[in-house]
């Protein structure tokens, strides 16, 4: 079993910053990949920012230069600074994983979080 807990979330001013935590847990071989998503009243899912398989990270072009996403591998844990909120980055907000949770299988799983709200409002 593996699990991902999210942290952090709330209601912010315009303007103002949150930090969001996703902490796996569980079975846990290996991480390949692990990002936020969000998801506005009425829109589809979509990417905040990630890291990659390959290393890299990705973020959505909306976030680029106000959220930075870092990580602390010795904790299975992937954050989000969130600075310069704005009104429409109000959305629950997931945290994705793939994971190969058993040395013996090399299969990689795609798990989410249970979501945390974000609200930015005046």
């Known amino acids: 079993q593996v699990q991902l807990v999210e942290s952090g979330g709330g209601l912010v001013q315009p303007g103002g910053s949150l930090r969001l935590s996703c902490a796996a847990s569980g079975s846990i071989f290996s991480i390949a990949a692990m990002g936020w998503y969000r998801q506005a009243p009425g829109k589809q899912r979509e990417l905040v920012a990630a890291f990659t398989r390959g290393g890299s990270t990705n973020y959505a072009d909306s976030v680029k230069g106000r959220f930075t996403i870092s990580r602390d591998n010795a904790k299975n844990t992937v954050y989000l600074q969130m600075n310069g909120l704005k009104p429409e980055d109000t959305a629950v907000y997931y945290c994705?994983?793939?994971?190969?949770?058993?040395?013996?299988?090399?299969?990689?799983?795609?798990?989410w979080g249970q979501g945390t709200q974000v609200t930015v409002s005046s």
């Open positions: 994705n994983a793939d994971i190969r949770p058993y040395v013996s299988d090399y299969r990689v799983y795609a798990y």
